[in-house]
Every structure is written in C-alpha cells, then in structure tokens.
C-alpha cells in the first residue's frame, strides 16, 4: 500500500510540474470578448447548438453558452468577425442574440 500512496504522490507531483512550467497562451492582437443575451434556449440541446453555431464562426476563438441564465461569452479575432456576424449566425438558428451593453 505505501508504494501505492508514493507512486501516485510522484506522479501528481510531475503533472503539477508540468502545468505550473507551461507559459500562458499570448492574446491575438485582435482578441476580444462579447456577452450575448441570448432569447429562445429552453433546455441542454439549445445550449449545446447556439455553442456550436457561434464556435463554427470563423474568427470565433471560444464561446461558453450557458441555457439557465441565457447569456454566450464569444471570445473572438475582430479581424475576422465582428458582432454583428455572430449576432446573425445565431439567428439563422432561430435564437434572438443581442449583446449586453449594446456593444457591436
């Protein structure tokens, strides 16, 4: 049992040592975020499909959709995309998108 317990305590200690060396990734340039209101989203799948609409956007580097709260942050490259095209890509899904604070 205790070369067990040494194995895994050597082996949490090399991944922890590996993810502390690792440097962060640099921001784009051109990186920006947006949180969307989102209206129409009831359940997981809804959840799941606005995610993958705004994520196949190109220029979309990351979108986290969140169905109970119906809002999506979109982190994306403002050379490639704007507002405006995410705001259409979920509508074209049947989802009413506007950005809180009215940016875009």
């Known amino acids: 049992m205790h070369l067990i317990v040494r194995r ?4 949490l200690v090399a991944v922890l040592a590996a993810v502390a060396v690792r440097a962060p990734t640099p921001a ?9 209101e989102v209206e129409g989203m009831w359940c997981p799948s809804c959840q ?10 190109p220029g979309v ?11 999506a942050l979109v982190i994306y490259d403002d050379e490639k995309t704007s507002v405006d095209r995410l705001v259409a890509a979920t509508g074209n899904y049947g989802y009413t998108a506007r950005p809180v604070g009215g940016e875009g």
């Open 8 to 11: 895994t305590a050597f082996a």
């Open 48 to 57: 799941y499909i606005v995610e993958q609409v705004l994520e196949r956007v």
């Open 28 to 36: 784009l340039a051109g990186e920006k975020k947006v949180l969307l």
């Open 61 to 71: 580097i990351d979108a986290r959709v969140s169905a109970a709260e119906g809002k």
